[in-house]
């Protein structure tokens, strides 16, 4: 009988320190978890919301002035050493934001234009009606989806990256303007030669479909669509149609730098006053926020 107790005490020993350990094991994990930084899409919705609380970012005006100190805050934050470039181009002053972090050799960049259009010229009520773009999805989501990038990248030892916002990306067709101003003047005066430019344009739509744009560097489109496939993701990033656009990559093309747009060509809202904050998807911008991160950490 001794023998049978002293049995089971051994055993509910050996059970609580078994009980103790798991127990030590799932509390790390929770731990871990806790402190893992994971790209959040409400949070990128969330810096789609602030933007917007500005009003239209039309060039030189107090919401792009309020917008930039916000985002250099947000950037700064997390780590960023952040410059405001001030310049010209086609006679109009711009200011570009150029963010930071890293000590590697490779030079990655993250882009994204930050103004709206200063006319909803595709309307319908359009020229009864002149009005800016509100700008949500077509500004507000690429700079939102790149300020989430900026607190949760893992950036490898080998690389260095900028994220850099452009002005005055949207108002050509304008009388007294021109496309991709800001883009176009921060290429002229580029320090170093990057590895590979990701531009983000219009990414938060709630019917997100990125077509393959033609004139980007085939190896860089091909290697982030392959990846955003084996994460389940083909049908935002989808193989079927392709389209061309001028954006902010195309100074980077015309220089011999590899870059790549990643933008919703189709979107149905841009230039018009419907491009509001309704527009815009959370889940969206976590998808195409999760494809770059885990592309430049795995760079």
């Known amino acids: ?24 094991i799932l509390i790390l994990n929770s731990l871990r978890n806790t402190d893992e930084k994971t790209f959040d899409g409400q949070a990128a919705y969330a ?25 250099a805050e947000q950037l700064e934050k997390s780590g960023w050493d952040v ?44 020229p009864a009606v002149i009005a800016p ?6 500004g507000a989501s690429g700079v939102a989806v790149l300020l989430e990038l900026a607190r949760v990248l893992d950036i490898p030892t080998d690389c260095t990256v900028w994220i850099v916002l452009f002005d005055i990306e949207d108002n050509g067709r304008l009388e007294g303007w021109n496309w991709i101003l800001g883009s176009t003047y921060f290429v002229q ?21 990125i077509l393959p744009e033609t004139n980007s560097t085939r190896w860089l489109r091909e290697d982030i669509w392959k990846l955003a ?18 954006d902010d990559h195309t100074p980077f093309l015309l220089a011999g730098i590899p870059a790549v747009d990643i933008i919703d060509i189709e979107y ?9 904050l309704e527009q815009v998807s959370a889940e969206s911008m ?14």
Request: charged content about 20%; some cysteine; overall charge negative.
């Open 1 to 24: 009988m001794r023998g049978n107790n002293r049995k089971q005490v051994v055993f509910l020993v050996l059970a609580c320190v078994i009980f103790a350990i798991g127990a030590g």
């Open 47 to 71: 810096n789609v919301a602030a933007q917007m609380a500005f009003g239209p970012r039309l060039p030189g005006s107090q919401a792009q002035t309020a917008l930039l100190v916000w985002a």
């Open 83 to 126: 410059v405001i470039q001030n310049g010209s181009q086609e006679g109009h002053g711009l200011r570009n934001l150029i963010a930071r972090k890293g000590i590697g050799k490779n030079l990655i960049l993250l882009t994204a234009h930050y103004d709206s259009r200063l006319v909803a010229d595709r309307d319908p009520d359009y």
């Open 133 to 138: 773009v509100p700008g949500a999805n077509d």
């Open 189 to 209: 005066h580029l320090d170093g030669i990057p590895q590979a430019v990701i531009n983000l344009d219009m990414v938060g739509d709630k019917d997100l479909v």
């Open 229 to 246: 496939d084996e994460m389940g993701y083909a049908e935002v990033f989808t193989s079927e149609g392709e389209k061309s656009i001028l």
């Open 268 to 276: 149905p809202y841009y230039h018009t006053r419907a491009d509001g």
């Open 286 to 299: 976590a998808i195409v926020g999760r494809v770059i991160e885990r592309w430049l950490e795995d760079y």
